[in-house]
Structure formats: structure tokens, C-alpha cells
């Protein structure tokens, strides 16, 4: 099982950026797929999942009402649009496949990352 995670860049606070986590079609229908993130020196946190059926998990609270979570089964491709970005945000953004939910232990399949960086 592969991810691809691309997107990431440096941004000002306040911008957008959108991350794509691309993979072949058996594993995008099999699996949730989510992002997590890992800032210097700090723990993995979950950022936002999506079901193969398109249902959102909850997302963190430090990101709610600015980030978004979709997919496009055509392409096999999950995103996650990053709206008003503040410089907390900046961390290694993983997707990652599996059984789901908001913890690491919920998903099998890591793609590499991709870094974001706000500078404020």
C-alpha cells in the first residue's frame, strides 16, 4: 500500500494551501484515509479523516472551521484544504490509511509527509 502526500510549501499566516495524499484505487476503497501531523519537537496529532463512504471524522478542535477534508474517488485522491493558516500549523503532514478514527493506532499505511510551513 502506497500514499503519495504532496502540497506542502511555505505560506504566510493567513494563507491557503490545499494537500493532496494520492493512492491506488483498491486501497482508497478499502481504507479511511487521514492526515496527522507532526510538529518540531511534538507528538503526532490527528488532523481530519474521511471514510470510503465520504464521512468526516471529527476534526482536531485546533483546526476546525479552517481545514477540510474530501476525496475524489475518480482520482483516487483525498485532500485537505487549508484555509487561514496560522504559524501553530506549521509540521510534517502525513495521510495515512487504516481502520480509521483520530489515533496513530487506527491506521496500517504511512505515506512519507510533506512539510508546511506559516511564517508569521
Known amino acids: 500500500v502506497q500514499l503519495q502526500a504532496s502540497g506542502g510549501g511555505l505560506v504566510q499566516a493567513g494563507g491557503s494551501l490545499r494537500l493532496s495524499c494520492a493512492t491506488s484505487?483498491?486501497?482508497?476503497?478499502?481504507?479511511?484515509i487521514g492526515w496527522f501531523r507532526q510538529a518540531p519537537g511534538k507528538e503526532r496529532e490527528f488532523v481530519a479523516a474521511i471514510t470510503r463512504s465520504g464521512v468526516r471524522t471529527p476534526y482536531a478542535d485546533s483546526v476546525k472551521g479552517r481545514f477540510t477534508i474530501s476525496r475524489d474517488n475518480a482520482k483516487n485522491t483525498m485532500y485537505l484544504q487549508m484555509n487561514s493558516l496560522k504559524p501553530e500549523d506549521t509540521a510534517v503532514y502525513y495521510c495515512?490509511?487504516?481502520?480509521?478514527?483520530?489515533?496513530?493506532?487506527?491506521?496500517?499505511?504511512w505515506g512519507q509527509g510533506t512539510l508546511v510551513t506559516v511564517s508569521s
Open positions: 495515512a490509511a487504516g481502520r480509521g478514527g483520530s489515533y496513530s493506532g487506527g491506521y496500517e499505511y
Open positions: 484505487g483498491r486501497t482508497f476503497m478499502a481504507y479511511t
